[in-house]
């Protein structure tokens, strides 16, 4: 099925730095929405976009909505320790509901 | 946000056993919540929608007979897997949304992992 690509893979940065990952695909997408899950647990939602250009932020974190549809980003400021785990983008298409993952960005954080 | 919980947690079971993970809404009502699986360091896949009163939805490639569903109120769906084998050894997450906001975000219960010896 459709998946969104996620990049990178994976990072490993020191505690205080900013973090970017980003998601893209091949479709356009009606909803972006970015998880965070920690091992052994179920995702849990960080930020959901739902407009084309859309900047949102949760604290630390900002997401956009890429004006193709067709991307989005999540950015981390300052990272602390528990922002290690997996991030996931996810979206849906057209007048669906199923939401569809992304491969996953795994984020270590080094004191 | 909203909360989905699921039980059991973990679960052994030998081959051959079938294994029932209830998922529940707590503080919402779902007239449809999803299933996904996740295999080690690998994304979630949708195993199928759960659709309260009718029947589920499956991903192709997803065997109804092997995963069975039912929904059968506004805060429970059930998923059996039957006759479970080791290849059936995975994480399954159930997720549901708030209708009632009818926005795409989806809360996932705290997930099961299977282990099927």
């Known amino acids: 099925g459709q998946q969104l690509n996620q990049s990178p893979q994976s990072m490993f940065i020191q505690e205080g730095e900013d973090v970017s990952m980003n998601c893209t695909s091949s479709?356009?997408?009606?909803?972006w929405l970015w998880y965070k899950q920690d091992p052994g647990e179920g995702p849990v939602l960080l930020i959901a976009?739902?407009?084309?250009?859309e900047l949102t932020s949760n604290g630390r974190l900002t997401a956009q909505f890429g004006i193709t549809r067709k991307d989005s980003f999540l950015n981390i400021s300052a990272s602390i320790p528990s922002d290690v785990g997996i991030y996931f983008c996810?979206?849906?298409?057209?007048?669906?509901?199923?939401?569809?993952f992304g491969t996953g960005t795994q984020l270590k954080v080094e004191l | 946000g909203a909360v989905v919980s699921q039980h059991p947690s973990r679960v052994i079971c030998k081959s051959g056993t079938s294994v029932k993970i209830e998922c529940r809404s707590l503080?919402?009502?779902?007239?449809?919540m999803f299933w996904y699986r996740q295999f080690p360091k690998q994304s979630l896949m949708l195993m199928a929608t759960?659709?309260?009163?009718?029947?589920?939805?499956?991903e192709q490639g997803v065997e109804k007979d092997k995963f069975l569903i039912n929904h059968a109120s506004l805060t429970l769906s059930t998923l059996t897997v039957t006759s479970a084998h080791p290849e059936d050894s995975s994480f399954y997450i159930c997720?549901?949304?708030?209708?009632?906001?009818?926005?795409?975000?989806?809360?996932f219960g705290e997930g099961s992992r299977l282990t099927v010896l």
């Open positions: 997720s549901a949304r708030l209708e009632q906001r009818n926005t795409g975000e989806l809360f």
């Open positions: 479709s356009i997408f009606n909803t």
């Open positions: 976009l739902y407009k084309a250009g």
């Open positions: 996810a979206g849906t298409r057209g007048g669906g509901n199923k939401l569809t």
């Open positions: 503080d919402f009502q779902a007239t449809t």
């Open positions: 759960s659709n309260e009163g009718s029947k589920a939805t499956y």
